[in-house]
């Protein structure tokens, strides 16, 4: 059975450091993964989504990594800014219908 | 592209009352998704639907859960019988094919 984590569950930093997210899977057979963004009361809004066949994919100040065989993703946030705070959400799909598989996401705190 | 739409964003509701959901996904994305989301969690999968059919439902929904998708346009999730367990918040999401999914802004029930 598939399992996601994310790690840490919360994290706070002064405005202008890079963020490093971590997320975790236990079956390395997934179909895609993705991270996603959530504000407080909302719902969930699309920030990347790597194909298992890539490594990579950058979008402005974000740049996430997939490394399948370890299990693992890295979600980058460069020069950090008070609008990014937020719950981030990882997700994996493991097949083509794309029924996803969350993690508890990482809550980020960006001080001024 | 209006995104995904969900009605009502807010239920409040006695136990034991029955209370329906609807989603209008984005226009021509033949796939929609059911998930649940609790409190510090991520959303959990319930059900989802390639144009009318519904294809897998989750173990998480038990028989007080129903949804539908009539000719493959808006989707509804009924809860019968409610439980303050079910006190959640309930999203929606759409896609065409292999695309990012697209989150509707969540209906959040509080069943007291």
């Given at each position: 059975?598939?399992?996601v984590?994310?790690?840490p569950?919360?994290l706070?930093?002064p405005e202008?450091?890079?963020?490093?997210?971590n997320?975790s899977?236990?079956d390395s057979?997934?179909?895609?993964l993705q991270?996603f963004?959530?504000?407080?009361?909302?719902g969930?809004?699309s920030?990347?989504?790597?194909?298992?066949?890539?490594r990579?994919?950058t979008?402005g100040?974000?740049n996430?990594?997939l490394?399948?065989s370890?299990g693992r993703s890295t979600?980058?946030?460069?020069?950090?800014?008070?609008g990014d705070s937020?719950?981030?959400l990882?997700?994996?799909?493991t097949?083509s219908?794309g029924?996803l598989?969350?993690?508890?996401?990482?809550?980020v705190v960006?001080?001024? | 592209?209006t995104?995904v739409?969900?009605?009502p964003?807010?239920?409040?509701?006695?136990r034991g009352q029955n209370?329906t959901?609807?989603?209008?996904?984005?226009s021509?994305?033949?796939r929609l998704?059911?998930?649940r989301?609790?409190?510090?969690?991520?959303p959990e999968?319930l059900?989802?639907?390639q144009n009318?059919?519904?294809?897998e439902?989750?173990r998480?929904?038990s028989?007080?859960f129903?949804a539908?998708?009539?000719?493959g346009?808006?989707?509804t999730?009924?809860?019968?019988r409610t439980?303050q367990?079910?006190?959640a918040?309930?999203?929606?999401?759409?896609l065409?094919?292999?695309?990012?999914?697209?989150?509707?802004?969540?209906t959040?029930?509080t069943?007291?």
């Amino acid at each position: 059975k598939q399992e996601v984590t994310q790690i840490p569950a919360a994290l706070s930093v002064p405005e202008g450091e890079n963020l490093v997210l971590n997320c975790s899977f236990t079956d390395s057979a997934i179909y895609n993964l993705q991270w996603f963004r959530q504000d407080p009361g909302k719902g969930l809004t699309s920030l990347l989504l790597i194909q298992s066949s890539q490594r990579e994919q950058t979008s402005g100040r974000l740049n996430a990594s997939l490394d399948k065989s370890s299990g693992r993703s890295t979600l980058y946030i460069a020069a950090s800014q008070p609008g990014d705070s937020a719950t981030y959400l990882c997700a994996v799909s493991t097949d083509s219908w794309g029924k996803l598989q969350f993690g508890a996401g990482t809550q980020v705190v960006v001080t001024p | 592209d209006t995104g995904v739409s969900q009605n009502p964003r807010h239920k409040i509701t006695k136990r034991g009352q029955n209370v329906t959901f609807r989603c209008d996904p984005i226009s021509e994305h033949n796939r929609l998704y059911w998930y649940r989301q609790t409190l510090g969690q991520g959303p959990e999968f319930l059900t989802y639907f390639q144009n009318e059919a519904q294809l897998e439902k989750s173990r998480l929904l038990s028989d007080r859960f129903s949804a539908e998708r009539p000719k493959g346009s808006f989707s509804t999730l009924e809860i019968q019988r409610t439980e303050q367990g079910d006190s959640a918040m309930y999203l929606c999401a759409s896609l065409r094919t292999t695309d990012t999914q697209y989150f509707g802004p969540g209906t959040r029930l509080t069943v007291l």
